[in-house]
């Protein structure tokens, strides 16, 4: 019988810790890219390279002197969710007459955005039901034209659970 050589083992050692290492971060790269809540901006390379354009459009959003604020609510569970925006002019006066459209997106599931127009209402606000299907905060981007005037805004808003 022959005896063993001491250090043996270390080769199957190192052996286990690289093949370890390499299981580990096969589960890592795999969670990254299956990971439900991760998105990416659209269109981000054409926003990037059109950003003074961006700029400028949000100093004329600023002159027009106009402001916005917008609630989600909604009825009864699984009911589809409302969305109230009331949009003002300089003077606080109601903007009446104006074609809106939001893009409202889960601050967790940024790659499913919600698209909609909102039709104006009797009080001078506009509003819609949109399949808004998560409580918490939504950002709603607002995007409204009247005859040569373009608003865009941001807004962050909370769905309360129901």
């Known amino acids: 019988m022959t005896a063993r050589r001491a250090g043996w083992y270390w080769p199957w050692i190192v052996t286990a810790l690289l093949v370890g290492s390499a299981a580990v971060q096969g589960v890592i790269i795999w969670a990254a890219t299956h990971d439900p809540s991760f998105a990416i901006e659209p ?5 990037a390279v059109a950003w003074d354009a961006r700029l400028a459009e949000e100093r004329a959003s600023a002159a027009l002197g106009w402001t916005a604020t917008a609630s989600l ?4 569970a699984g009911a589809p969710a409302a969305i109230v925006l ?3 002019g300089a003077g606080r006066e109601p903007v009446r007459g104006a074609h809106v459209r939001v893009t409202a997106i889960h601050n967790r599931d940024g790659a499913h955005p ?3 127009a909102l039709a104006e209402r009797a009080d001078g606000a506009y509003g819609a039901e949109l399949p808004l299907e998560r409580a918490g905060l939504w950002e709603v981007r607002v995007d409204a034209t009247r005859g040569a005037e373009r608003f865009s805004a941001s807004l962050r808003t909370d769905l309360p659970p129901r």
Do not use: H
């Open 73 to 76: 609510t909604r009825a009864s």
């Open 114 to 116: 919600v698209i909609g």
């Open 43 to 47: 269109d981000y390379y054409r926003k």
């Open 86 to 88: 009331s949009l003002r």
